[in-house]
């Protein structure tokens, strides 16, 4: 039930910046597309909540609750920018425009920054955990706890083949300090 969950809520996030999009240009709605904007949070917000139901009514804790706390914390930390890319590529694909694309100062800050975010997505996925464990009334649901090992594995994973990767990557397309005779 919590994976249809996940699935149902990704699809609703995707309909409601649709709809945003939608509302905001074809429609020239703009306050009401910045409404639908807004409302993806609470996206999250109905997945925690099942995921706590589920829980009390019985369920046993599972990958597919842990899964959910992640996908919390990634839509917190990373829907504004899914959001800002789905608007750009809109203004781009569809209507034309010249849209500059965000200011990136170098591949390795920017993966470093993307990293942060990823810090914060976990810790965010902690405290939806917390949550569900404080809510569920069920002694089951401590077993979540298992999850801050996954996410710190998720954080080395994303450490090596980010920020470590492309300092490494950078390093190996850097001239030579040395001149060649």
């Given at each position: 039930?919590?994976?249809?969950?996940?699935?149902a809520?990704?699809?609703?996030?995707?309909?409601?910046?649709g709809l945003?999009?939608?509302?905001?240009?074809?429609?020239?709605?703009?306050?009401a597309?910045?409404?639908a904007?807004?409302?993806?949070?609470?996206v999250?917000?109905?997945l925690?909540t099942?995921?706590?139901?589920?829980?009390?009514?019985?369920?046993?804790?599972?990958?597919?609750?842990?899964?959910?706390?992640?996908?919390?914390?990634?839509s917190?930390m990373?829907?504004?920018?899914?959001?800002?890319?789905?608007?750009?590529?809109?203004?781009?694909?569809?209507?034309?425009?010249?849209?500059?694309?965000?200011?990136?100062?170098?591949?390795?800050?920017?993966?470093?920054?993307?990293?942060?975010?990823?810090?914060g997505?976990?810790?965010?996925?902690?405290?939806?955990?917390e949550?569900?464990?404080a809510?569920?009334?069920?002694?089951?649901?401590?077993?979540?706890?298992?999850?801050?090992?996954?996410?710190?594995?998720?954080?080395?994973?994303?450490l090596l083949?980010g920020p470590?990767?492309?300092?490494?990557?950078g390093?190996?397309t850097?001239?030579?300090?040395?001149?060649?005779?």
């Amino acid at each position: 039930m919590i994976v249809a969950a996940i699935i149902a809520m990704e699809i609703t996030f995707w309909i409601l910046v649709g709809l945003g999009l939608l509302l905001r240009y074809p429609l020239r709605r703009p306050r009401a597309g910045l409404v639908a904007f807004l409302l993806t949070p609470l996206v999250d917000v109905i997945l925690l909540t099942l995921v706590v139901l589920d829980l009390r009514a019985g369920g046993h804790p599972s990958w597919a609750h842990t899964m959910a706390a992640f996908y919390i914390g990634f839509s917190v930390m990373f829907g504004h920018r899914m959001i800002s890319w789905a608007d750009r590529t809109y203004r781009v694909k569809v209507r034309g425009e010249h849209v500059p694309k965000p200011v990136s100062t170098t591949p390795v800050r920017d993966e470093w920054l993307s990293l942060f975010r990823a810090v914060g997505a976990i810790g965010i996925a902690v405290i939806a955990i917390e949550i569900v464990i404080a809510f569920a009334a069920s002694p089951d649901a401590y077993q979540l706890r298992g999850a801050w090992v996954t996410g710190g594995i998720i954080l080395v994973i994303w450490l090596l083949t980010g920020p470590v990767w492309e300092m490494l990557r950078g390093a190996q397309t850097q001239p030579s300090s040395r001149a060649r005779v």
